[in-house]
Every structure is written in C-alpha cells, then in structure tokens.
C-alpha cells in the first residue's frame, strides 16, 4: 500500500479539509506544483488558482485566493486567505 500525505486546508473562517491523500496539485506564486508523501520540505505563497487533491478516483478541487502552502515531515498545510470547493453538477 502507498504511503499517504496528510493535508489541512484551513481559511481564517473554516477547516475546510483534512485528510490523507495520494497527491495535492497547488497554484505556487512561482507556478503551478504538486505533492505526494514524503516531498521534500519547503514553504511557498500561493496565487489565485484551483487546489486539487487526488485520492484514488476521488478529485476535490478549492479555489484559492492568496495565502501560503507549507509542506514538512508531517504533511502538507495550505493557509488560504480565501477557499471555496468546486461541486461539479451531474446532468
């Protein structure tokens, strides 16, 4: 089994996500990066852009106005200034 990567998703008003995923794609200010278990640490402001995170075959997107996204040993943090999830409509 793969090793997960624990992530939080937290705004000024809410946690909006927590839990253990396979990969996180984020809008880094220096461009678009991705994250899976056991990446290297490093800290980074975010741009306005789309939050993905991947488990499985299942897909979350936020998007995110501003903040930063920190990944250390013991996951990934993104401090979003602004958040709302996408919910995709089924026809």
Sequence with gaps: MAEKLHVS???PEAKLFEGEVDQVVAPGSEGEFGVLANHSPFMTTLAEGPVVILDGTSKRVFQVRGGFA?????GMTILAESAEEYLETVH
């Design 9 to 11: 998703l937290v705004t």
């Design 70 to 74: 920190d990944v250390s040993e013991d």
